[in-house]
Every structure is written in C-alpha cells, then in structure tokens.
C-alpha cells in the first residue's frame, strides 16, 4: 500500500496535496483497494463551497458505494473531468491522475488536524483488520 | 470476524490466491482475487470457477420421496427422469418463495436437492416438518464441497480434469464418476449464463479437484463475479428479486410452477395471484451511465415512485449499469424508462425484459 510522503491523509481516506492555499484532493491508495474496480464518480460542481467534514461526493466501485468527506473547507475551482470518464484512473494512479477536486481553501488551520504519510499508514493498517 | 461464522473446506485455497474475504449468509467467503471485472470476463470468454460449497445438498429418498417433493416444490418432481434435475421453488401457504432450489433426481427414490446457504437451515427444518414416514432427509452439505465451473470453455477444463468428456450430459443432468478414489458429482448447472457445471466433491479430495481446475488454466473467481454474472444473466436471488413475501407470478417465474400436477403448498395463492391484476413485475434496467444501481434505490415516473431496484450491477459488456427490480404497471412495459433516485439526482433507466440484460456475443454495444 503506497502512502507517499509530502501528502496530508483524512480518516476517512482521503489525501490532500497543498500548493499554496489550493489544496487538490483524492482517494487513498488503501480506499481505492479496499473499494475495487472504481466504475462511477459522482463529484461536485465547480463553484460550490464546502465545509469541513461535509460529504462532497461519492466513489462507486462494482461492489460498494462510498461517501467523500471534504478533509477541509474551501470552494471548488476545478474537478477532475477525466477521472470522470475514465474512472480507473482512481485505482490505477490514486495519488495522480485520479485526483478529484481542487479546493481554493478558506480555513488553512484545517490541515493541521490532517494525518500526516507515518501517522496515515499506521491508521490504515490498523483499519484493515 | 464475528463468531459462529463458517469456513468452506476450500478456505486454505482462498488465502493462498489473496483472496479478499468477506462474511456471507454466516460463510467467511471470497468476494475476488484479482477484481470483479476482469474474474466476470474470464466467465465470459473463457472459464472461472467458484468455491460455492457454502450452498445446501440435501438428499431426500425414500419410497415417498417424489410425492413428498411435489407436495412442497413447484415444478414437476415425478415428471423428472432419473439423472436430470430442473429449477423450482419452495412456496408458502400464501404463495411466497421460501426458496429457489434445484432438484435432481438421481434414483428412482432418490433427489439432490440444491439450496441457497442463506436458506439452508430454514428449508431443511420445513422439509423435516412436512416429511412422513416413508421420506428420509439427509443434509449432506458437511461432508462435501461444491465448485462451480463456469464459461465458454468450462465443459473443456472440468473435463480434462475429471478424464471424462462432459459433452454428452444434458442441460440440468446429473452424473457420478469415480476420481481420486472419491465419488463426484458432476450436474450441467450454473448461475451465470454461461455454459458449465456444478461438481460436488468429498471434503477429502476438493482442495486437489480446486488446484487441478487452476492448474488446467480455469481462473478463481468470487462472489463478486459472482453476483455480477447472476445479474447479468436476470437470474433472481433470495434476499433480492424473491423471497418469502414475493411470489413466482410477480417474479415472472411461473415457468417453473406445474399448475397441472396437482396440490403443493402455495398453490391456491399462486392460482389466485395470476387472476388479479399484476400489483408489480420483476424487469430489467439498463442506466444511460456508469452509476451502479443498487438494492433499494427508487424508481420514479415524475413525482410517483413506480418500484423498487433489487439488485444492480457493473456490466462490462455493456459498460454501463443494470439492474432487475419490480416495476408497478404500466410502467413494466419495455422500452419505458424510469428514473432512479441516486443520493437526491434522477438516473435514467431503460425497462427490457430481464432476460435481454446480457448482450449477446459479438452483439454491438447499444
């Protein structure tokens, strides 16, 4: 399970990757495992503002549907067209081309209760069994 | 894992594959090895096989034992030659389904009777309750395993395994060979649509009949697959499409009820549900999209909510989602649509029979 550092991690398995007070985010290399082939995303539409904690979205495998927690606030300023539509990029390259929003952020104090890689990693494998 | 939970004598075999397992009907069962999709195509162009020994096998024999079977089942038991087996259903008194089963008859006063692992303790205590003096019920189910091999070139594998050409055994028959020193049984059956055969093996020999099935190139599959392929197929299951609440006529499984045959219990209700007006039908649902319906999800006509999805799926074929669910007339009617309400937005779905769910081979996708 890759868990790459530099990335902050949610409890509910989702990661974000900073770049000035955007923050892009997505699902978890163990998330995506745990869900199987990944077939449908259901993600927000530009513009909308979410709060911490808030569910944004849903992630459809063949088996399961699972919610997406925004790991943070802030508003929408782009989605991921193309995980969208080729949605096993969501497994094939969690961490990368299936990123699924970029969120201008509005409360950046937020990413300090985010886990960080060791901390994620231990979580997971913790809540694996 | 929760107590109580049970383990197939193929367990072992599962976590050497890297199976991931998941708790089934109290069975500690794999859901896939590799990943649904690619386990439901290799059932479809090749052959997959499918530790499905958490179902019933029950023998009933006995001097009454065709009599005792038609009295509680809804297709023809005596009609049934020794060595074939057909689909049929324990009703009710009020004419719902207790179960879905297949019953072989592999003596002139003895049946195999094939039940749902879910239902298996449920259908045996009903047996046992209605049974006389001259039927003798044994649950068979401990002492074997069962593997399903399934696809295009399952016949082939399980074949070359076995040293016995299948060919020559007919839809829904049943046959005995001796392999290993171990008495199988090998019956043309399967939940997927795709040609195959169900074996039962002793517990002794199933994990080598499991590695020699690999071995001769047959791909493990899941339930997951599982599940995708059944529904694909439109083949109803209990907990689902059926159960004891809903009967053969709403089901559209009448093709398995003898009418003719005389009593058996559920009849007078089944009887009296075909003269009134249809309340629901059971049909198939393709989505315009990749949104996988699921159990319980509505469907709508504008603002009246017109049925129920009762299993959905991913279907690769078609690449899109499908579903089976009860529909209220008139809105069963193929070539409809209704939507279905996903977390608060419409979904658009097509009505077809459920038997038009899986495309046919070479079939260009719609």
């Not at chain 2, 016949?155 to 020559?168: C, K, M, N, W």
């Not at chain 2, 398995?256 to 009593?263: P, S």
């Amino acid at each position: 399970m890759a868990t790459p550092e530099g990335l902050l991690y949610s409890k509910t398995h989702e990661w974000v990757r900073v770049v000035d007070d955007v923050a892009e985010i997505g699902i978890t290399d163990h998330a995506q495992a745990e869900l199987g082939d990944v077939v449908y995303l259901d993600l927000p539409e530009v513009g909308r503002a979410l709060a911490y904690d808030e569910i944004f979205g849903a992630v459809e495998s063949v088996k399961a549907v699972s919610d997406l927690y925004s790991p943070l606030s802030g508003e929408v300023i782009e989605v991921n067209a193309e995980a969208t539509s080729a949605t096993d990029l969501v497994n094939s390259d969690p961490y990368g081309q299936g990123w699924m929003v970029r969120l201008k952020m509005t409360q950046p104090d937020e990413l300090q209760q985010l886990l960080d890689a060791e901390q994620y990693g231990a979580f997971a494998a913790e809540s694996a069994h | 894992m929760s107590e109580g939970t049970m383990s197939t004598c193929l367990v072992d075999e599962h976590r050497t594959l890297g199976a991931r397992m998941v708790p089934f009907a109290g069975w500690n069962m794999p859901v896939q090895y590799k990943g649904i999709i690619e386990e439901t195509q290799a059932v479809r162009n090749h052959a997959g096989a499918f530790d499905i020994s958490h179902m019933g096998r029950l023998i009933v024999s006995g001097r009454g034992a065709a009599a005792f079977l038609d009295a509680l089942t809804t297709n023809h038991v005596a009609a049934l030659e020794v060595g074939h087996g057909h689909y049929s259903m324990l009703t009710n008194e009020a004419g719902g389904i207790i179960d879905d089963i297949i019953v072989y008859r592999i003596g002139q006063d003895e049946f195999l009777v094939v039940v749902n692992a879910s239902n298996a303790e449920k259908d045996l205590t009903w047996l046992r309750q209605h049974a006389g003096a001259e039927v003798e019920i044994a649950d068979q189910s401990g002492a074997t395993g069962m593997v399903a091999v399934q696809g295009p070139d399952a016949l082939e594998a399980a074949g070359s395994v076995l040293g016995r050409a299948l060919g020559g055994l007919p839809r829904f028959g049943v046959a005995f060979y001796e392999w290993r020193q171990a008495h199988v049984t090998v019956c043309r059956t399967g939940y997927t649509g795709e040609d195959g055969v169900e074996v039962i093996v002793p517990v002794a020999v199933a994990p080598l009949f499991w590695r020699a099935l690999l071995a001769a190139g047959v791909v493990p599959c899941g339930l997951g697959a599982r599940d995708a392929l059944r529904v694909e197929a439109g083949y109803p299951l209990y907990g689902h499409e059926i159960d004891d609440e809903h009967g053969p006529v709403g089901a559209m499984l009448m093709w398995a009820v003898c009418m003719d045959k005389g009593d058996f219990v559920g009849r007078g209700a089944i009887a009296a549900a075909r003269q009134e007006a249809p309340k629901e039908r059971l049909v198939g649902l393709v989505a315009s999209g990749r949104v996988v319906p699921r159990q319980g999800y509505t469907l709508w006509s504008a603002d009246e909510c017109v049925g129920t999805v009762t299993s959905g799926a991913f279907t690769p074929t078609r690449g899109c989602g499908i579903a089976m669910g009860y529909v209220r007339p008139p809105h069963h009617v193929k070539g409809g649509c209704v939507q279905m309400d996903v977390r608060g937005q419409r979904h658009e779905l097509r009505v077809i029979p459920k038997k038009e769910l899986l495309l046919p081979k070479g079939a260009p996708a719609a």
